[in-house]
């Protein structure tokens, strides 16, 4: 007799998947997107498939502490449009520290995802909060320790 395969669920895939815990502190902004990057496609997965969500989520905490090398923190600028003729707008990156810290290295990381209806699907498993709070411990996040 043959054997009935398992139907496969999504969503007790999806609740199984492990939380990394991430702490930004002192990091440099293009170094850690980039390891969120790889966490978020699930790179780190031997069952890593490009066309596949295969990630964790990822929490980041302390995003107002990280840091840019160089003399990006005063150079770098951010420019967004309003859709308007003449609609440009601009904010350096030492404005938008102040301001929303977590834009940052939300922009950065979603740079590095597919520009893809997965990549959409990608950018919202991953959490960034300027301090150290986070209401993400009921996931048990494990906590990643970065080197650099």
Known sequence: MKKETDTFSRNTY???RPWHLIDARGKTVGRLASLVAG???GKHNPSFSPNLDCGSFVVVINARHISFSGK???DKIYYRHTEYPGG????????LLLG???????KAILGMLPKNP???HLSGKVKI??????PHMAQQP???????
């Open 14 to 16: 999806l609740n199984n």
């Open 39 to 41: 966490l978020l496609r």
């Open 72 to 74: 990006k923190l005063q």
């Open 88 to 95: 440009i707008r601009q904010i350096s990156a030492e404005q």
């Open 100 to 106: 929303h810290p977590e834009d940052i290295l939300k």
């Open 118 to 120: 997965l990549g959409r």
């Open 129 to 134: 909060y300027p301090d150290e709070k986070h």
């Open 142 to 148: 494990v906590v990643c320790v970065l080197g650099e």
